[in-house]
């Protein structure tokens, strides 16, 4: 099949050992939902390997430890964020949200219920260390999703969901009182300890 051979031509993809960082690779030509969900099922046994598909376009990543390394840190002071601030929150990760009618199919590295449970969660969060061709923003477009951040080059992204489409912001809206800056310092530190105590420090500073 051609997809399949295209796909052997790069071996750091779809290796199952020896990973070292994040690629992204978009498969050359359009493919179909069937395609699609037959590469995937073909992949499915691979190791470390996301795959996303918008209009046609299939994108695969390997999940690097970098990107896994600040995934989990940011995950973990995030949550410290709700419990301390009394925040009601659901965790659901990477649930793959699909939707053929819409021609989209995509795993969020983080996402988040806020309150109660909804029909798409409230937040998502994508952490982008290796650069590819597909609109990110857009598959978040699809479901709506409130609000979504990217986490590039130190620094986080914040985009909020208006009737006219994703807009920039500064300021989370979802979660107003927390300081960016502040999460962004304490994600950078070395000792993931005394970045929680110094996260908890600030928000007690806020009150």
């Not at 493919?31 to 099922?41: G, K, R």
């Not at 209009?55 to 995950?75: A, F, P, Q, V, Y």
């Amino acid at each position: 099949m051609l997809f399949r051979s295209q796909l052997l031509e790069q071996p750091n993809l779809s290796a199952k050992t020896n990973v070292i960082d994040e690629q992204r690779l978009t498969l050359p030509s359009h493919y179909s939902w069937q395609q699609f969900l037959e590469i995937e099922m073909w992949l499915a046994g691979t190791t470390g390997l996301r795959i996303t598909y918008l209009d046609g376009n299939i994108e695969l990543m390997t999940l690097g430890e970098t990107h896994e390394s600040i995934k989990g840190i940011l995950r973990f002071l995030l949550e410290v964020y709700f419990v301390e601030k009394g925040i009601r929150f659901f965790p659901v990760g990477s649930a793959t949200r699909r939707d053929e009618t819409n021609s989209v199919s995509f795993e969020p590295d983080e996402s988040y219920y806020l309150g109660e449970k909804k029909s798409y969660p409230d937040l998502a969060i994508e952490i982008i260390i290796a650069s590819g061709n597909l609109n990110k923003l857009e598959k978040y477009r699809r479901f709506a999703i409130p609000e979504v951040w990217f986490w590039q080059n130190n620094q986080l992204f914040l985009y909020h969901w208006q009737e006219s489409g994703y807009v920039q912001i500064y300021r989370s809206e979802l979660l107003p009182d927390l300081d960016v800056d502040l999460l962004l310092k304490c994600l950078q530190m070395p000792n993931i300890l005394e970045a929680r105590l110094e996260l908890l420090k600030g928000i007690s500073q806020s009150e």
